[in-house]
């Protein structure tokens, strides 16, 4: 989609209701819900983090979405696609600015370069005992990106019109934090699959979008 259209589109987003957890549970693992049950206590307790969900024009001014590939290492959420995002730290004066920088850490736009539109609805990730709080924001330019190669492996640039395919989304066995295969809903972008907390965010935005493209 020509990113003039999608701006245009999506000021409309400020004034409708979010899908909110209806919508996150069409991605959620059948698990989840359990494990939730099992960490009602644990929750209360739950540290924050704030993701960004940034769109933005490439060079040929079509619409695209910026994930990230995580570095693998000893967590739960090694190797896993993401959005750029991170805990909130003390120094940062709202969760929206968390987002906003570690977008900036993670990926290299700068935090005055990117408009936030609106809070989406927040998740319980139990497995990390995080509750996470993300963001749709747009970038109005072709951003230079600029990968943090202590934390990403690789940038994952996907069109609008990929993700918003229906296409694209399956179910798969995959190896949980629980230690054990069980099948989950996956989006399959750019040949990744992508599973648990950010697809449920994901399923969030595209029925969010299909409201208003």
Same mark, same amino acid.
Request: hydrophobic letters at 40%; charged letters at 25%; zero cysteines.
């Given at each position: ?19 909110? &957890? *209806?919508s996150q549970m069409k991605m959620s693992p059948k698990y989840r819900n359990e494990l939730i049950?099992?960490?009602? $206590?644990?929750?209360?307790? @739950? ?11 490439? &060079?040929?001014?079509?619409?695209m979405l910026i994930l990230i590939l995580r570095k693998t290492y000893k967590g739960v959420h ?17 969760? $929206? ?8 850490? $993670?990926?290299? !736009? ?40 202590? $934390?990403?492996?690789? #940038?994952?640039? !996907? ?17 949980? @934090? #629980?230690?054990?295969?069980?099948? !989950?809903?996956?989006?399959? #972008?750019?040949? &990744? ?5 950010? *697809? ?11 409201? !208003?493209?």
């Amino acid at each position: 989609m020509n990113f003039d259209i999608f701006l245009k589109s999506i000021s409309k987003i400020k004034h409708i209701p979010l899908p909110g &957890h *209806a919508s996150q549970m069409k991605m959620s693992p059948k698990y989840r819900n359990e494990l939730i049950e099992k960490q009602r $206590e644990l929750r209360k307790y @739950s540290r924050k983090a704030s993701v960004m969900a940034l769109f933005y024009p490439d &060079h040929d001014n079509t619409t695209m979405l910026i994930l990230i590939l995580r570095k693998t290492y000893k967590g739960v959420h090694s190797a896993q696609v993401g959005f750029p995002g991170g805990k909130l730290e003390p120094e940062d004066p709202s969760l $929206e600015y968390a987002a906003l920088r570690e977008t900036f850490e $993670e990926v290299g !736009v700068p935090i005055n370069d990117i408009k936030v539109i609106r809070a989406l609805t927040d998740l319980y990730i139990p497995p990390s005992n995080f509750t996470v709080y993300p963001f749709f924001g747009v970038t109005l330019k072709t951003p230079r990106f600029l990968k943090q190669d202590d $934390e990403v492996e690789d #940038l994952i640039e !996907v069109t609008l019109t990929d993700f918003m395919n229906d296409a694209h989304v399956s179910s798969q066995m995959l190896m949980t @934090s #629980l230690g054990k295969e069980v099948e !989950v809903p996956v989006f399959k #972008l750019n040949g &990744h699959t992508v599973w648990g907390a950010t *697809a449920m965010m994901l399923s969030e935005i595209k029925d969010l979008l299909k409201n !208003v493209l």
